[in-house]
């Protein structure tokens, strides 16, 4: 690339940079403003969130529990039929 086609490539990009600023897309109290309405918006109470998060943190530790119990026989079985076929007789 030459430096003709870099200066060209940066002295584009500073002027979109520019015309952003100017429109506010690039400041910092505009992009916390968006966030903090998205989030006030889209999100309950503090408190709600305790809540679901921790009856998501009980279902999900059942879940561990039934899925290891499941395991576990699984594998009982598995030993029972390879002793079954391949054991002393």
Known sequence: MSSTS???????????????????????????????????????????AKKISCSMVLVSMKLMTDQQKMKHSEESLRKVMYLSCWGPN
């Open 6 to 48: 870099r200066a060209w490539i940066i002295a584009a990009s500073i002027g979109a940079i520019e015309v952003l600023k100017d429109q506010g897309f690039c400041r910092w109290n505009y992009a916390l403003r968006c966030l903090h309405h998205h989030t006030k918006n889209n999100m309950g109470s503090f408190s709600q």
